[in-house]
């Protein structure tokens, strides 16, 4: 039935951290809190190649997943969970380790054990790291781009593998970020500690009729 819209779309293989494709879009979306695959840095880049591939009124639509916990841990949070799964072939035996450092790097390991007649015949391992930042972190990073955090919907989750200490209380958000426009610029939070809120709006003023005379 949606074969039509094929046509429409077309496939781009990139950085999602650098990409330029020469035009503008009044949606994109990143989902499945793929954001937390990139470091800060890695996030920060991304936030400028959207900023410039949105219009004016765009938005840029991602989901972003909190926990109790994330955004004022003082330690480690670790975790481990077991779970049976299977396959077409045999029972497998899972073993989740998860393990956040304070600062949000997380590794998280799946060990599986295919079992036969009560006997381990196959044993694979499987690890990631992810950088874990608050929504309220993430919120503030945005907002240091030229962006900002419009409205944010809670989203029920259709999937979830297990639920553990790590993770609980979590809740799967989707923020809807529009860009800054000039208007907006004496909303910019500033740090006083870093200079003072006048000071902080007069370099925003500059940076954005910058960036507007460069669009021009």
Do not use: G, I
């Given at each position: 039935a949606n074969r039509p819209l094929a046509g429409q779309l077309s496939t781009v293989e990139g950085d999602m951290t650098a990409f330029a494709l020469d035009r503008r879009f009044s949606v994109i979306v990143l989902g499945a809190t793929a954001i937390w695959n990139l470091d800060q840095a890695g996030r920060a880049s991304l936030f400028d190649s959207v900023r410039n591939h949105l219009t004016e009124d765009g938005r840029f639509l991602l989901t972003v997943l909190t926990f109790a916990g994330l955004a004022d841990a003082t330690g480690p949070l670790e975790n481990i969970s077991v779970f049976p799964a299977r396959d077409d072939q045999a029972p497998v035996l899972c073993t989740l380790f998860d393990y956040v450092e304070p600062t949000g790097l997380r590794s998280t390991t799946i060990h599986c054990q295919r079992i036969v007649d009560g006997a381990v015949t196959?044993?694979?391992?499987?690890?990631?790291?992810?950088?874990?930042?608050?929504?309220?972190?993430?919120?503030e990073e945005i907002q240091r781009s030229g962006l900002q955090v419009v409205a944010k919907h809670q989203v029920t989750g259709r999937h979830q593998i297990t639920r553990n200490n790590v993770t609980a209380g979590r809740r799967r958000l989707l923020f809807e970020v529009a860009p800054i426009s000039p208007r907006d610029v004496d909303a910019i939070p500033t740090r006083r500690a870093a200079y003072s809120d006048r000071t902080a709006a007069l370099l925003a003023k500059v940076a954005m009729l910058a960036y507007i005379d460069f669009e021009d």
């Open positions: 196959d044993s694979s391992l499987y690890t990631a790291w992810s950088y874990l930042a608050s929504a309220d972190a993430l919120a």
